[in-house]
């Protein structure tokens, strides 16, 4: 069975950045694109971004484009979103997910739990 866990969320000042890391157990990250999605106050789940098995692709919502980076270490097995520019609109339980097919569109097969994000102003 494939679990994913998120961390690294937490309470920034706007302007400031922030890195989250997600990885699975049970079957390693290196077997999946990932993806990241977040859920503001109020709003549905969105899509962030997302990058494929190896890393050479990534793909980003226009609304993080320029501020958030998506990578990943393998060896490690984990994958990053490094955030920056935060703003309060970026306050949001931000979500990983697993697909097991290589691609940026997912469907994604397995999610994490989420990890809260808080920006002040």
């Known amino acids: 069975q494939v679990h994913v866990v998120e961390t690294g969320g937490g309470l920034v000042q706007a302007g400031g950045s922030l890195k989250l890391s997600c990885a699975t157990s049970?079957?390693?990250?290196?077997?999946?694109?990932m993806g990241w999605f977040r859920q503001r106050p109020g709003k549905v789940r969105e899509f962030i971004a997302a990058?494929?098995?190896?890393?050479?692709?990534?793909h980003y919502a226009d609304s993080v484009k320029g501020r958030f980076t998506v990578s990943r270490d393998n060896a490690r097995n984990t994958v990053y979103l490094q955030m920056s520019n935060l703003t309060s609109e970026d306050t949001a339980l931000y979500y990983c997910?697993?697909?097991?097919?290589?691609?940026?569109?997912?469907?994604?097969?397995?999610w994490g739990q989420g990890t809260q994000v808080t920006v002040s102003s």
């Open positions: 049970g079957r390693t990250s290196a077997n999946f694109a």
């Open positions: 990058i494929t098995r190896s890393g050479d692709n990534a």
């Open positions: 997910a697993a697909d097991d097919m290589d691609g940026l569109a997912g469907p994604y097969d397995y």
